[in-house]
């Protein structure tokens, strides 16, 4: 770029006094914004240029602006990054007469004096140097200089980014571990923080090495806001900070003519999940090429990246986010229906119809995060582009699916703001639109709220053991903030919309009101525990009328501490937890008279049952049927709700044996219900109604089912064997931590009859198969089953006797107890 000495920027103060013109343009109280950053990086070019040519400085020098000066995007306090760079020899008097005008001025100066090769060593020694060096711009002198200082810079940077990129990546963690992530913080650093000015300038260095390039949707007008911002907090303060300090918002607010800070804030977070996301999907393409590079990789390397990018070079294949790789044959591993693993992230398999699978996104969002992978930020687009939005109700698949994403844990978390970036969280939950991004000024809250709910579905993850309805559990904390959005008491306003909501994903009405009483109720027990009489009975009775029953309690209780954990460090203590578990153990009590004392009776067979039964009891064979939700059997390919009727002559292995057919035949499942009948009077008959899903594909085939079943049960189809086969040939995946199966024996309250034996785990295929071979092990009779898979976690009851029907013995039950542990690892 030719220096700026002629009159092509009139001002003020006029050509002739470019000083003057510079410093009436900081403290011009006009319009802000790019067009203010350049005009004040060209005066400071006229500047420096008067200065340079007043010197008397010789050929073969030059002025060189660097880093955000090199960039043209001065902000009013933003120090002046330059470089006097020379060949050979130099005056020592001329770096002073060049620097002192500017010192005299009280600009901040960030200055070197080099030669080209001194300024390529410093920049192959030092990558912030080598950083500014890649915005290097011809101010003064001699613009041959510049250019082949450039030209080199780009060069060794393309040359070395495989050693570079790592490098520069560690500097972005480091700076996150210090600063905290723009998106959250109440006091924001706008330059340093995750999703500030810095990581847009790191994106556009690993676009210059043309080895990957960011998603420029929406990249340029979040920097330029996160831009403006700093401005007008250079011009509010007088003073080069990049804290967006709250005593200041109110006036930046103002000088950027926003309603308020608030406001203010939800714009500055907008702008830095765009720029967080954009480097998250940017620094995962560039994994990719490195491991390529390296040989770890599963496809080869293309020669050569056309790319046209800031920096230069040919047109293309970068931006489209394929310039790293050759598109050849790659693997792809199925992880649910329509989704497959590849190159590390949740894709789309080609076979995928977004247009016509609405639940399609919650489905790949779901398995990403139960694998541990993201969705590919080229999936997310299409989803967003082509997929229909939910029926209302919602299909049970996409409120099991849903529930799944957020059982997930920790792996929930990039996967969810992969979602939210496109705008599908608010396609699927309107509702969040008004929580999203929207700042808590309180010193107890680490996050935004929208952040902090999904903080919340976190922790709760981690307790989904302790109650009986974790599905419940998941959802509750997801949604128990959202009155936030809203004047007024926030719970009181978070039970209104969270029974519209409930209601619209498919609660059936006691989990809606089960939703709603733990939404309203989120701060009961904490308040209550804190600020009343523990031994006072009516501290107990507050709390026992608030929640009715002990499966509630069970979840007000997780809900309260998963909110806290959720919040901050303040918020919960070894204090605070003894006080509430203190006032839960006496609400359980007082509850616990009110308990069911054993199963609900089974409702009369239905006659397809009644003919199952028949069936199996004449031909001593297993009889079954598969049933879509309107009761036609059918081979589809239902994703949920297909129910399978089977009756089969009771026997021992038989729970097991069954469960190990289906896992044979990838049927996930669902529910399941078990019961005894004698129908002619020949002996029982077991009555299993379970409700399937195939995890890939169509359902099998009932006569193939059936098939199998018979080959188990006369002993010429080794089950076992062949699970056994099939999940030593499946490729390893990494895997989530998930809490630990929990196996108790409940009270004997529970059943007067039988000896209850409750089962609460991570779901997995063949999980009911090894309960039910530890069952059958452990030679017990199961009378009774009732199997609930919500979301990704299993909640189970055996109802078992002995050989002579007779309920177990502590001791014999506490044995079954620990082989079902055992089984489940």
Not at 55 to 72: D, E, H, K, L, M
Not at 285 to 303: K, M, Q, T
Not at 408 to 425: D, H, R
Not at 527 to 553: F, G, H, I, N, Y
Request: aromatic share 4%; net charge neutral.
């Amino acid at each position: 770029m030719a220096s700026h000495t002629d009159d092509s920027h009139p001002g003020p103060a006029g050509p002739a006094d470019p000083a003057a013109a510079r410093a009436r343009l900081l403290t011009d109280p006009g319009p802000g914004g790019r067009a203010r950053r350049a005009e004040l990086s060209a005066r400071t070019d006229d500047w420096l240029s008067a200065l340079f040519a007043s010197a008397g400085a010789p050929a073969g020098t030059a002025v060189v602006a660097v880093g955000g000066y090199g960039r043209g995007e001065l902000s009013p306090r933003s120090d002046l990054d330059v470089l006097l760079l020379h060949e050979g020899r130099l005056d020592q008097a001329l770096p002073e007469r060049l620097w002192y005008p500017v010192w005299d001025s009280g600009a901040a100066l960030d200055h070197a004096v080099r030669t080209p090769a001194e300024a390529r060593a410093v920049a192959a020694a030092d990558l912030k140097a080598q950083l500014g060096l890649l915005d290097a711009r011809h101010v003064a002198g001699d613009p041959a200089l510049t250019a082949a200082l450039r030209s080199t810079v780009l060069a060794d940077w393309r040359a070395g980014a495989a050693g570079r990129l790592p490098e520069l990546r560690e500097l972005g963690r480091e700076r996150a571990e210090r600063h905290g992530e723009l998106s959250f913080l109440l006091e924001p650093d706008l330059k340093e923080a995750k999703g500030g000015l810095r990581d847009v300038v790191a994106l556009d260095a690993i676009a210059a090495s043309w080895l990957a390039d960011a998603p420029r949707e929406g990249l340029d007008a979040a920097a330029l806001r996160l831009a403006d911002v700093r401005d007008a907090l250079h011009l509010v303060t007088g003073r080069a900070t990049e804290r967006l300090a709250l005593q200041d918002q109110d006036q930046v607010a103002e000088r950027l003519g926003v309603l308020d800070a608030d406001t203010l804030l939800r714009q500055v977070y907008e702008a830095a999940r765009t720029v967080a996301y954009a480097s998250d999907v940017t620094w995962r393409a560039v994994d990719r090429v490195l491991a390529a590079r390296s040989g770890r990789g599963r496809r080869p390397l293309r020669r050569g990246f056309p790319f046209a990018g800031p920096f230069g070079g040919a047109s293309g294949a970068a931006r489209r986010g394929a310039g790293a790789v050759a598109r050849g044959a790659v693997e792809r591993r199925p992880l649910a229906e329509g989704v497959v693993e590849q190159d590390g992230e949740a894709v789309l398999a080609q076979g995928a119809r977004p247009a016509s699978d609405p639940v399609l996104p919650l489905r790949a969002a779901a398995a990403a995060a139960q694998n541990g992978l993201t969705v590919s930020h080229a999936t997310v687009r299409r989803l967003a582009a082509e997929c229909r939005p939910l029926p209302v109700p919602w299909p049970d698949e996409a409120r099991e699916q849903l529930v799944t994403l957020l059982g997930a844990g920790e792996a929930c978390l990039p996967v969810w703001e992969a979602l939210e970036a496109e705008g599908l969280i608010t396609r699927l939950l309107p509702d969040w639109e008004r929580v999203r991004c929207r700042p808590q000024r309180n010193a107890v809250h680490r996050w935004t709220v929208d952040r902090h709910l999904v903080e919340t579905a976190v922790r709760a993850a981690a307790m989904t053991r302790r109650v009986a309805r974790p599905d419940l559990l998941l959802v509750a904390a997801l949604l128990h903030d959202l009155g936030k959005g809203w004047p007024g008491d926030h719970s009181e306003a978070g039970e209104v919309i969270v029974r519209d909501v409930a209601a619209r994903m498919g609660f059936d009405p006691e989990s809606v009101e089960t939703l709603a009483v733990l939404v309203r109720h989120h701060l009961t027990l904490v308040d209550t525990a804190t600020r009343r009489d523990p031994d006072d009975p009516a501290t107990v009775e507050a709390v026992t009328k608030v929640v009715t029953t002990l499966p509630r309690l069970e979840l007000l209780r997780a809900l309260t501490e998963a909110d806290a954990l959720a919040t901050g460090p303040a918020a919960w203590s070894g204090w605070r937890a003894s006080l509430v578990d203190g006032l839960a153990a006496r609400a359980a009590a007082r509850l616990a008279g009110d308990a069911a004392a054993g199963p609900e009776p089974a409702a009369a067979p239905t006659a397809e049952q009644e003919r199952l039964a028949v069936e199996a009891a004449r031909t001593g064979g297993p009889a079954l049927s598969l049933l879509a939700q309107a009761g036609v059997e059918t081979a589809g390919t239902e994703p949920m709700g297909v129910r399978l009727l089977l009756a089969v002559p009771d026997r021992p292995g038989l729970l097991g044996t069954v469960a190990g057919v289906l896992a044979l035949h990838r049927l996930a499942v669902r529910s399941a219900g078990l019961r005894e009948l004698d129908p002619i009077g020949a002996g029982p008959v077991l009555l299993l109604s379970w409700t399937v899903a195939a995890e890939f594909g169509e359902l099998p085939e009932a006569a193939r089912l059936r098939a199998d079943l018979r080959r188990a049960l006369d002993g010429s189809l080794d089950v076992a064997r062949r699970l056994a086969e099939r999940d030593a040939a499946a490729p390893r995946r990494r895997g989530i931590p998930t809490p630990p199966p929990v196996v108790a024996v409940a009270p004997p309250v529970a059943s007067a009859n039988a000896t209850v034996l409750e089962v609460r785990a991570h779901d997995a295929p063949g999980l009911l198969h090894r309960i039910g071979r530890a069952l059958d092990g452990a030679g017990v009779r199961v009378r009774t089953a009732h199997v609930s898979t919500l979301g990704a976690d299993v909640v189970d009851a055996f109802y078992l006797t002995d050989a002579a029907g007779r309920p177990l013995s502590p001791r014999r039950a506490g044995e079954v107890a620990a082989a079902v542990r055992a089984a489940l690892g």
